[in-house]
């Protein structure tokens, strides 16, 4: 058994771990992880690893974790009764080569996982989607499920949440760190609706390849926020930077309509920043909460099928321009987990780990 750990209050300092396979008990199974997206995503997992209980998925040795990722793995032995060895899933992994789970509610669809130490964490983290029954999956656009598939789940929701609450009719929406993915694919979805104006703010690096990709109305650096014009707009603020949020604040001042703080991709000026913040108070945005408040509203089925039909269209057009850099071994998971760190990632870029 193989695990990447990250020093948890160091999160640049980072170590390859080998150990004995687990035993696997009455009512669990063994899965061996096969391949992971890693994204900006990733990062936030470990920069509000002890904030949002994100090292509680897959412990590890004391003041060290193990990244959340989202990737497929497959069943290698099993003693839970309707799991069975060969079955491909997808969820929510270890950086690891293997994770014992201890799975609920078997099914053609897949399973649960019901290890008593994830019990408190967000259920939307528990499912392992078999790929034989999964609306998302096509054996074609794995790399890219594997990248985007919560990402998209989140920038659904953003819209949703935008259109249900009125903003989109509210002046323009601004999002920051316009070129990750769940901000453009937030914005692919927003564009389609009627009359919605869209500001991308984004890393003067970035401004030419974001605005290329003809999904803002309009490309802005930060730098620039200044030559915003003045009224009521929206801000989903998916860069998390102090001094971007401030920039932005202050800008639009008592007429910025919502404050919505996704993400946390500029991790390193990340923070409450210094002095009052004009404008209203940003709202937390927490997939897992809307996604508890819209299967109520809809049902689980209705939700998953609203998403899936709006996935299919954002996967021909992402896969239309998305560059896959694939990876294998841990030394690949090591180098690619700093470069993906350190914003050393250009846009069009994005990475899969096969282990
Ligand atoms: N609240 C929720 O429920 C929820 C759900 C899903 C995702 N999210 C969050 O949304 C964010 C986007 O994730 P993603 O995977 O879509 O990102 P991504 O595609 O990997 O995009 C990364 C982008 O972030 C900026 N960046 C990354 N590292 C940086 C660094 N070290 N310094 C400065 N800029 C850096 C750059 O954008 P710019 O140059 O454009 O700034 C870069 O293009 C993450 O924080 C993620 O956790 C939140």
Known sequence: MSDFLVKRDDLRECRVVESEPPEVGEGQALLGVASFGLTANNITYAVMGEAMSYWEFFPAEDGWGRVPMWGFAEVE??????????????????????????????????????????????????????????????PDTEDIQMLLRPLFFTSFLIDDQLADEGLVDRGPIVISSASSKTALAAAFLLARRESVELIGL???????????????????????????????????????????????????????????????????????????????????????DRVTKRSSDWGPAELERRVADAWHPFCSWIGSWLE???????????????????????????HVIGL
């Open 77 to 138: 032995r099993s003693e839970a009764a309707g799991v069975t060895p060969g079955t491909r899933v997808y969820g929510y992994l270890p950086p690891s080569s293997h994770l014992l789970v201890q799975p609920v509610d078997p099914g053609e669809g897949g399973f649960v996982d019901g290890a008593p130490h994830r019990a408190a964490l967000p259920s939307a983290y528990h499912r392992y989607a078999a790929t034989g029954a999964d609306p998302f999956y096509r």
């Open 202 to 288: 984004t890393s003067a690096r970035s401004a030419k390849f974001v605005a290329g990709l003809g999904v803002y109305d309009r490309c802005v650096a930060y730098e620039e926020i200044g030559s915003l014009d003045r009224g009521p707009a929206t801000f989903v603020d998916i860069a998390g930077d102090a001094a971007v949020r401030m920039a932005v604040h202050s800008h639009f001042s008592e007429d910025l309509v919502h404050s919505m703080a996704v993400g946390v991709t500029h991790w390193e000026q990340f923070g409450p920043g210094e002095g009052e913040l004009p404008g209203p108070t940003p709202t937390f945005f927490f997939a897992p």
């Open 324 to 350: 896959v850099r694939h990876g294998s071994g841990f030394e690949a998971l090591r180098h690619t987990y700093l470069e993906v760190l350190h914003g050393r990632v250009p846009p069009r870029e994005a």
